[in-house]
């Protein structure tokens, strides 16, 4: 039997979004495949064959990536601000907040008989976040004809908006693991940034900060809610047609569990959906 997974689109994004470059978003995770895909002896089999659940063990690697140094500087009328060194921060949010991305490793089946093995370690799942790399963000502030306009955005008032990166701590729940933004702000005589989860920010963000604009395309969901909503797919191989169509079973992520949040191991329960068909690239 072969394993394939695939993750579906990001929710929609909510009112302020301003839409940049999406190079930096992952939206095509690598193909989970595993074993060979053998012909069918007979006609295609029976949906019943495959059990109704599968209940899976996983285990979370996060992604760190390499240090960065990302600077921000404000400018108002031409005054500089000091600038504030993004990735340097000693709060929760900016220590913890710099993942590049999470995987689920397999762990081990616990519950639906598949008829294979399926390799430990084998990437299940990968969600992404946006990071800075090794850049000066510079925001400026001037009077021009009687407005106040950023740069960026370049609107009046505005408030640029971009990702810090994934959060992620020992123990944490999978409802935690989720990308954090930055806002620059002035304070005093320093550059500062605000920083705030995506899910705050989908709930309320755009409405406390009307003048706010998203500067790249984020995720605004959670590790947890990816799992509960069908994010994480298995398709699995039940053969070959005649005319070369590979058959798979449909699995969706269906519910979560953690046991032992210090173990980085989690449950996660797939329903069974339809089966489906499509042309096998050659060998």
């Not at 069908?230 to 699995?251: A, C, M, P, R």
Request: proline share 6%.
């Amino acid at each position: 039997m072969n394993f394939h997974h695939t993750s579906k689109g990001m929710r929609p994004f909510p009112i302020g979004y301003s839409a940049m470059s999406t190079e930096r978003i992952n939206h095509d995770p690598p193909l989970f495949q595993i074993g060979s895909v053998k012909p069918f002896s007979n006609s295609v089999p029976a949906q019943a064959v495959l059990p109704k659940i599968l209940t899976i063990k996983a285990k979370l690697y996060p992604l760190k990536g390499d240090d960065k140094r990302t600077e921000i500087v404000m400018f108002r009328q031409g005054r500089s601000f000091t600038p504030y060194m993004l990735y340097q921060s000693k709060s929760d949010m900016g220590e913890n907040g710099l993942y590049e991305g999470m995987q689920l490793l397999f762990e081990s089946l616990i519950e639906g008989n598949l008829g294979a093995d399926i390799p430990v370690n084998s990437v299940l799942f990968e969600k992404r976040f946006v990071t800075q790399g090794n850049i000066t963000h510079t925001i400026r502030q001037d009077l021009i004809d009687k407005k106040v306009i950023t740069t960026p955005p370049g609107t009046e008032h505005g408030k640029p908006v971009w990702g810090l990166g994934g959060y992620y701590k020992d123990s944490c729940s999978l409802d935690q693991i989720e990308q954090i933004l930055f806002m620059p702000i002035i304070d005093g005589i320093k550059t500062e940034v605000f920083l705030i989860r995506a899910s705050v920010w989908a709930k309320e963000g755009a409405l406390s900060n009307p003048h706010a604009v998203l500067m790249e395309e984020l995720s605004f969901s959670n590790l947890g809610g990816d799992i509960e909503t069908g994010k994480v797919v298995l398709n699995v191989s039940i053969g070959v047609d005649e005319n070369g169509n590979g058959h798979f079973q449909k699995y969706t992520s269906l519910a979560f569990k953690q046991n032992d949040p210090s173990s980085r191991c989690v449950e996660i329960t797939f329903k069974k959906g339809e089966n489906h068909a499509h042309r096998l690239p050659r060998a």
